[in-house]
């Protein structure tokens, strides 16, 4: 981190911790205990509130705290640089309800620091800045988050699993994925999921099983595949109205794509004018095109 960063940004801004709530009777550590697994170098400072009145001082790896008695508690997490919280599967990922604010500050890991927290229900991002290049499984197999915040990952290049079955959530925000090249499984088996904003896939090369068995989607925005070099599988199980497939496949034949690309339509069926884009895809670029036919 440069000192001038340091000093000129970080110090400057109003700084507000991150908050999340924990309930200590879910599955894992005793049902009075709550285990925060943070990463963190040894030259960053991070100090835990405990929502009981008690505090102390961080240490990279497990944090155990013993409450007097179970119950919801809001813990606060204060560092302005420091890794982030890392569960990846594991430990007490049934305990945290909910993500208040990840406040102010620079977090340097996203990917797996929520894969499998399955309790979780809602998140509100914050002021965050982040110095990760990948969410990949950020918030796979969290089963019970049905709304996620606007975030910003303008410096992201993977997004691989990031909501791998979260099989609650209903929408998505209009995320920045201008840098993202690899989005494989992202939104894999999200089987609620009925709307997807018009994201910015310029600079995909794998969309592969990007929607797989999202079930509940029947419509699509124009997404551009124009970098992509797979899109196997990228709508298997999914059953997009002809409307909507047709207008993908037509909009699709105006892009430069690149040649030879396996693409899945899913169960979706195509118009007779998407046909004449469908063929021109196939024999213009030497797509294989997997879908429901004609309708």
Request: proline share 3%; glycine share 8%; charged share 10%.
């Amino acid at each position: 981190m440069r000192p001038f960063f340091e000093k000129h940004v970080l110090q400057q801004q109003l700084f507000k911790p991150m908050i999340i709530v924990v309930d200590t009777t879910k599955a894992g550590s005793a049902s009075n205990t709550f285990v925060l697994p943070i990463i963190k170098s040894t030259t960053e400072s991070v100090k835990i509130y405990w929502g009981d009145g008690t505090n102390s001082t961080g240490v990279n790896g497990n944090n155990t705290h013993v409450y007097a008695a179970s119950g919801v508690y809001t813990v606060k997490i204060e560092s302005k640089i420091f890794g982030g919280i890392y569960f990846n599967n594991g430990g007490d990922k049934a305990k945290i309800t909910k993500v208040v604010s990840f406040g102010h500050g620079v977090i340097r890991l996203l990917a797996t620091s929520f894969y499998g927290c399955s309790s979780l229900l809602s998140i509100d991002i914050g002021n965050i800045v982040s110095k990760g290049a990948s969410t990949q499984a950020m918030f796979a197999y969290c089963a019970a988050l049905t709304t996620v915040p606007l975030l910003n990952l303008s410096s992201v290049t993977i997004t691989r699993s990031m909501f791998y079955q979260c099989t609650a959530l209903t929408t998505v925000p209009l995320l920045n994925l201008s840098s993202v090249t690899d989005a494989y499984a992202m939104f894999y088996q999200c089987t609620s999921l009925t709307t997807v904003p018009l994201l910015n896939l310029s600079s995909f090369t794998t969309t592969q099983s990007m929607f797989y068995q999202c079930t509940a989607l029947t419509t699509v925005p124009l997404l551009n595949l124009s970098s992509v070099t797979d899109a196997s599988n990228m709508f298997l199980g999914v059953t997009l109205t002809t409307q909507s497939y047709s207008d993908f496949l037509i909009n699709l034949a105006t892009l430069p794509l690149k040649s030879g690309v396996s693409f899945h339509g899913g169960n979706s069926k195509y118009n007779p004018t998407a046909a004449i884009a469908r063929a021109y895809l196939i024999s213009n670029f030497g797509w294989t095109i997997t879908d429901g036919g004609a309708a």
